[in-house]
Every structure is written in structure tokens, then in C-alpha cells.
């Protein structure tokens, strides 16, 4: 069976084989097409960007790592344009298949990852999250995927979209092989899961299935998100415009234009926008990890997902965008590590548990 180019830029079997053993032993990893893997150009899910791209001399560390513990690299799949969405559509390569709700789209920008795993083509989708692109697609397909603590893997050789919020995650059908890959990327640090739980009210009955007792909380944040969202919104448009908006200048309308948008929002915040933003999300994020150790628990949240029609207006996309960032954002904004795992329901959709930065194997635990 040929490759479904909606989801592969170009696949092998494998495309590289592993170069040691460990245990990922016989899994297969489908790599974003951010990361570089050796003699393949990164093309950034835009062709124009893929025209001028020179083959990578070597792998990114993550995906060194992977293929020095038995994993192989069977390809190289589609990501939303320069990771800048969380729908899971690329206008050049189309929307890859979700399985779990065909009509849906996967949501991204993890699209490939993801829609490899769902489809069984790959046991490993290796991503990135910077406002969700784990998560969301995750949830979305009804799979599991992590975001660590940021800076608990590294990003170098991974195109960059806003550093101060870019992590490298990964998405599977199982918490046991999720976990597996945690042992593999991450770093040591605690491995236990907390004594209780916090949810927010739309998380509540959903985290009753992590079998801990579960308080009710209320987040301003969670309620009134509109701060956060802006504050994190500004941050990452100008880290985006300071990375690529010399290339979007120099070719203008090589993206969608909704991800273009984006993008030159980032060249309309000024440093003050820029610095009070960054003091809001200090603040935010301070006031979250006091909750966190004051109680004794990790806090539960949607994760995102169901995905959304793969016809759909603008307006109807915006929204469904700003109400999964909703869900997506707190972790993010505050380089925490967070957990989504499917939650039972038709269409699919997640449950996220974000925990204090460094807890990343304990958040793997919990999802065992």
C-alpha cells in the first residue's frame, strides 16, 4: 500500500533504522516535519520553505535518542505550516485521516504524528507542543500524548516557532508505550503521581477515571481566559515574527493566509506589549504553582478535542480555536508538563493533567 501523502512527506521501510537497542526495541517512530533526521531536508509543512531546505548532516537529538534505544524512523510526516495552527489542515498537503471520527479533522499541528499512530502506521508520533500541538491532536484522535516540562528535551535540530513556549512531545495509542519513550527522553526526576487532584468543573466527572480523590477548583484563568490568552498570545506572535518573518516577508502568501496573519501579528507587538505580557504570564504562573504545592495536587482539565468539521467556515474555525487554546494554553504559558489521555467519549476528546515543572514521569505513572 502506497503512503498517504496527506500524512507522509516521504516514508521508508523503515526510512532509517535504528542504531542501537534498548527499549523501543521494533517500535516505529513517525517524525514531524520539524525536526531534522539525517540526509532528509526539513520542510516545515510548506513546500516553498521544503525548495530551499538542505538535507540535515545530522539528527536532532531526539531523534538520536530514539534510534539509539531500538525505535526506527519509518518516515517523515506533515505538520500545519511552520506549527502555527491547531487544526490539523495544511492547504498544500491537505487533512490527514482520523480514524476515530473520519468526518473530524485531527487537529494539530501534530497532524502527522498523530493521524500515523491512529491509522497504526506508527507506534511513536514525535511532535512538538508549543500551544497544544500535542495535546490537541491527542485528544482529537483518541490517543495519548505529553508535553514535558519545558527545556526537559531538547529542541535542537527542531524548527523553532516561539522558544519560550516550544517543548518536543510525543503522542501513542497506549499510556504503557507513552511511557516507554519517557524513559528514553526525559530526564530523571520524581516518578510518583500526587495524592489528589484538582478539576476545573468541566473536568471533574472525567477525573474521577485517575482513581485519586478529586477536589472541585476555581481558576480565574479558566474562566475568565481572555487575559491569558492575549498575554500568551502576544508572546508567542513576536518570538514567531523574530524567527521566520524575515522568510514570510520575502514571501509573502507562501502560507495559508490565517497562519500568515498570525504571524504578522507578531510584527505589530511592541517591546512594552511584549514585556508586560511576559510579567502577566510570571504572575499567573506563580499564583498556579502555590495553588499546586498549598494543596498538595495537580490540577485536571479538558484537553482539548472533539476535532472540528473538516469543512468550516472562518468564523466557526476561530472560535473552535479559542476555545481549545482555552484548554491548551495554561500549560503551555507556564512551561509546565502536561498529560492528555483519552477519556472515554464519541466523538473523541481529552483529559489533561498539568503537574509542577520536573513531574513529568510521575504524570507518566498516573496515566499507567
Not at 479533522?105 to 507542543?129: E, F, K, N, R, W
Not at 499510556?175 to 495524592?195: E, F, I, K, N, Q
Not at 504553582?289 to 472562518?314: C, I, K, N, T, Y
Not at 484548554?327 to 476528546?349: E, H, K, Q, T
Request: charged letters at 15%; glycine letters at 10%; hydrophobic letters at 45%.
Amino acid at each position: 500500500m502506497s503512503a498517504d501523502p496527506s500524512v507522509w512527506r516521504v516514508k521508508g521501510m523503515p526510512l532509517a533504522p535504528a542504531t542501537g537497542h534498548g527499549p523501543l526495541d521494533g517500535l516505529r517512530v513517525a517524525v514531524k516535519d520539524l525536526f531534522q533526521v539525517t540526509g532528509f531536508a526539513v520542510g516545515g509543512g510548506n513546500p516553498t520553505w521544503l525548495a530551499s531546505a538542505l538535507p540535515a548532516a545530522a539528527d536532532a537529538p531526539a531523534v538520536a535518542r530514539l534510534r539509539a534505544a531500538g525505535a526506527t524512523i519509518q518516515g517523515i510526516v506533515h505538520t500545519d505550516e511552520l506549527a502555527y495552527s491547531l487544526s490539523g489542515t495544511n492547504v498544500h498537503y491537505g487533512a490527514p485521516p482520523n480514524p476515530a471520527a473520519p468526518d473530524l479533522v485531527t487537529g494539530g499541528s501534530s497532524s502527522g504524528p498523530a493521524s500515523a499512530v491512529a491509522t497504526g502506521h506508527a507506534d511513536i508520533g514525535l511532535g512538538t507542543d508549543t500551544g497544544g500541538s500535542i495535546r490537541v491532536p491527542a485528544a482529537c484522535c483518541g490517543l495519548y500524548g505529553l508535553r514535558p516540562t519545558h527545556g526537559a528535551v531538547p529542541t535542537d535540530g527542531v524548527l523553532p516557532l516561539a522558544p519560550s513556549f516550544d517543548t518536543v512531545g510525543w503522542i501513542t495509542a497506549s499510556a504503557a508505550t507513552l511511557a516507554l519513550v519517557g524513559s528514553v527522553l526525559l530526564p530523571d526526576g520524581p516518578a510518583s503521581p500526587p495524592s489528589r487532584l484538582l478539576a476545573v468543573d468541566a473536568a471533574a466527572p472525567a477525573a474521577a477515571q485517575f482513581g485519586l480523590p478529586v477536589a472541585p477548583v476555581t481558576l480565574s484563568t479558566w474562566d475568565d481566559p481572555d487575559p491569558l490568552l492575549l498575554a500568551f498570545r502576544q508572546v508567542q506572535a513576536a518570538e514567531a515574527w523574530r524567527a521566520h518573518g524575515e522568510w514570510i516577508a520575502a514571501h509573502p502568501r507562501a502560507l495559508a493566509v490565517d497562519i500568515e496573519d498570525r504571524f504578522r501579528f507578531g510584527a505589530s507587538i511592541t517591546a512594552a506589549e511584549e514585556s508586560a505580557a511576559r510579567a502577566y504570564l510570571a504572575e499567573q504562573r506563580a499564583a498556579l504553582l502555590d495553588l499546586l504545592a498549598d494543596r498538595d495536587a495537580w490540577l485536571v482539565l479538558p484537553a482539548g478535542g472533539p476535532g472540528h468539521p473538516r469543512e468550516l467556515s472562518p468564523v466557526a474555525r476561530d472560535t473552535w480555536r479559542r476555545d481549545t487554546l482555552r484548554c491548551a494554553v495554561p500549560a503551555s504559558a507556564f512551561g509546565l508538563p502536561s498529560i492528555s489521555v483519552p477519556s472515554s467519549v464519541d466523538p473523541p476528546a481529552g483529559i489533561a493533567v498539568i503537574a509542577p515543572p520536573g513531574h513529568d514521569l510521575g504524570l507518566l505513572a498516573l496515566a499507567a
